[in-house]
C-alpha cells in the first residue's frame, strides 16, 4: 500500500509540476483538454473520490496531492487547450463556471485535508461530481 500511496504521489507531483510548466507556453497550449482530463483529473478525481479512511500523514497526502492537480487542472482548462474545440470552449462563460466550481471544490478539499476532516473531504468530492457531470453531458456526451 505505501509504494502504491509513494507512487501515486509521485504521479501527482510530476503532473501538477508539468501543468506549472505549461503555464509558460507562448503560443499554445501543451495539451487537448481531452488529454489533460483523461490523463490528469481522472485520475485526481477517482483518489479524493475512493478515500477511506486515511490515517497516516502519507496517505494524507496522497490525498492533497490529488487535490492540487485538481485545482491545477481546471486552471488549465480555464485557459483551454490544443484540442480541435478548446479555443472555443474555453470562451464560453458556461465552460469558465464549471471550471470555476472544480477549482472551488478543489480547495475545499485541500482545506478538509489541512483539518483532516473526512467528512469535509467526503463533502468536497460532492462538489466534485456534481460540475463534472454536468460539464460531461455539455461538452462530451459521449462519457
Request: proline fraction near 6%; include cysteine; charged fraction near 20%.
Amino acid at each position: 500500500m505505501r509504494q502504491e500511496q509513494s507512487m501515486s504521489r509521485q504521479f501527482f507531483i510530476a503532473i501538477g509540476l508539468g501543468l506549472l510548466a505549461g503555464y509558460s507556453w507562448s503560443s499554445e497550449p501543451p495539451v487537448p483538454i481531452l488529454e489533460l482530463m483523461v490523463a490528469t483529473v481522472a485520475p485526481a478525481s477517482d483518489t479524493l473520490w475512493g478515500v477511506e479512511d486515511p490515517q497516516a500523514d502519507e496517505e494524507w497526502q496522497v490525498l492533497d496531492d490529488a487535490a492540487i492537480t485538481i485545482v491545477e487542472a481546471f486552471e488549465q482548462a480555464k485557459l483551454g487547450g490544443n484540442g480541435p474545440t478548446d479555443a472555443a470552449w474555453a470562451s464560453e462563460p458556461k465552460w469558465q463556471a464549471y471550471a470555476d466550481e472544480e477549482i472551488i471544490a478543489g480547495r475545499a478539499a485541500r482545506d478538509a485535508i489541512a483539518a483532516r476532516d473526512l467528512d469535509a473531504l467526503f463533502a468536497a468530492g460532492d462538489l466534485l461530481y456534481t460540475p463534472c457531470e454536468a460539464c460531461h453531458i455539455d461538452y462530451n456526451p459521449r462519457l
